[in-house]
């Protein structure tokens, strides 16, 4: 099917699935968080004479931050370690992702060994993004991932 709509070998077609195969699980991951903010809180904050809006800004949309940050790093790791969709719609060597690039550094034939430093050292570089973007996000993601679990 990707190969008829000329989105093989192409990012956009390979975010498409991803777009597909996470947005459905995140958002019922996201239900529970939406569920814990108690509606009061917001019709309390228009009566002190806040918009609709402003109340969703100042006081719905701080509370589900931990939500939305949880949900965005399942997302992201997700995206980020996905192996089999890539392998199967990026055919190029061009366009390959980082998992793709770094089954390159495994030997497949019997007459090579795998320089198995080399397989570690690409497998630091791959994952220096991720530890950098849970540093960013630690603090909200460790209250975001309490949060939902617990109905009050």
């Known amino acids: 099917m990707m190969s008829s709509l000329n989105l093989l070998n ?5 975010s498409i699935i991803y777009i597909a195969a996470v947005v459905p699980f995140t958002i019922w991951m996201l239900r529970g968080f939406v569920a ?3 509606a009061e809180l917001e019709e ?6 806040l918009s609709r809006t402003g109340a969703f800004f100042r006081i719905t949309f701080p509370l589900l931050a931990p939500g939305l940050v949880a949900s965005g790093v399942y997302a992201f790791l997700q995206a980020w370690n996905e192996f089999t969709v890539a392998l199967v719609i990026l055919q190029k060597e061009e366009y390959r992702t980082l998992p793709l690039w770094l089954r390159g550094f495994v030997q497949a034939s019997a007459t090579r060994a795998t320089d198995w430093g080399q397989v570690m050292a690409a497998s630091t570089l791959v994952a220096v993004p991720v530890i950098i973007f849970f540093l960013v996000v630690q603090g909200r993601l460790t209250s975001g991932l309490v949060a939902g679990a617990v109905k009050g």
Do not use: S, T, Y
Request: glycine content about 22%.
């Open 36 to 38: 814990g903010v108690p």
């Open 10 to 14: 192409n990012v956009i077609g390979v």
């Open 44 to 49: 309390a904050a228009m009566v002190d004479g």
